[in-house]
């Protein structure tokens, strides 16, 4: 049974950093992606960051919400996923989810099968 589990959430300062973490499983080709997603209260599943494990490549939403400040990584040794986040905003309040999967595809839910109960990230102003 896959399970997953984050950490590494909390309450921050707008500008701050926060690196949250995710206790993967053992990498198959069935789990071979680890995204992370985040839902703010009242909106929608937003994909935030994911990561193919085999080779470590990244992706990230076309969008510039979290580019160049967010960066997903990952340490294959210890079944860890990260994700490196700079310059908080208020509005990146949110639970913060790690999920697993085959990755079809990497940017959207339907790509994971596996979902951690998620780590509440507040950023206040």
């Known amino acids: 049974q896959v399970q997953l589990v984050e950490s590494g959430g909390g309450l921050v300062q707008a500008g701050d950093s926060l690196r949250l973490s995710c206790a993967a499983s053992?990498?198959?080709?069935?789990?071979?992606?680890v995204g992370w997603f985040r839902r703010a209260p009242g909106k929608e599943r937003e994909f935030v960051a994911a990561?193919?494990?085999?080779?470590?490549?990244?992706?990230?939403p076309n969008s510039v919400s979290v580019k160049g400040r967010f960066v997903i990584s990952t340490d294959n040794a210890k079944n860890m996923v990260y994700l490196q986040m700079n310059s908080l905003q208020p509005e990146e309040t949110a639970i913060y989810y790690c999920a697993e999967g085959m990755g079809i595809p990497y940017t959207a839910a339907p790509g994971y099968e596996y979902w951690g109960q998620g780590t509440q990230v507040t950023v206040s102003s």
């Open positions: 053992l990498r198959t080709f069935r789990t071979n992606a």
């Open positions: 990561v193919r494990r085999s080779d470590g490549n990244t992706y990230y």
